[in-house]
């Protein structure tokens, strides 16, 4: 079983940047896909961006394409979402995943995919 810690979160002004981190330990870092998830209130928890297990494959919801970027490193056990220009409608609690299985195809987004979730870490964004 993998453990999955986020950070990063907080309040910040439409139009500003934050980076998440999410650091991983319990199993082989490298060999899985990681993603990340966001759940609004009121909402259900949908796919915000995920990579696969070598970081050469991204995938992202088309709500935040080209304003997001994720990215891994493997030697520190982490996955990282830089989000710029963040809206309103970002705000939202932020999950960290990782796939169920090595070599996995959870890089496509798929929810289903992924087996372990992170606590979650809260990211506001109003003026």
């Known amino acids: 079983q993998v453990q999955l810690v986020e950070s990063g979160g907080g309040l910040v002004q439409p139009g500003d940047s934050l980076r998440l981190s999410c650091a991983a330990s319990?199993?082989?870092?490298?060999?899985?896909?990681m993603g990340w998830f966001r759940q609004a209130p009121g909402k259900e928890r949908e796919f915000v961006a995920a990579?696969?297990?070598?970081?050469?494959?991204?995938n992202y919801a088309d709500s935040v394409k080209g304003r997001f970027t994720i990215s891994r490193d493997n030697a520190k056990n982490t996955v990282y979402l830089q989000m710029n220009s963040l809206k309103p409608e970002d705000t939202a609690v932020y999950y960290c995943a990782a796939d169920r299985s090595p070599w996995g195809s959870g890089y496509t987004g798929k929810q289903a995919d992924f087996g372990s979730w992170g606590q979650g870490t809260q990211v506001t964004v109003s003026s």
């Open positions: 990579i696969s297990w070598e970081g050469g494959r991204k």
């Open positions: 319990g199993r082989t870092f490298s060999n899985y896909a």
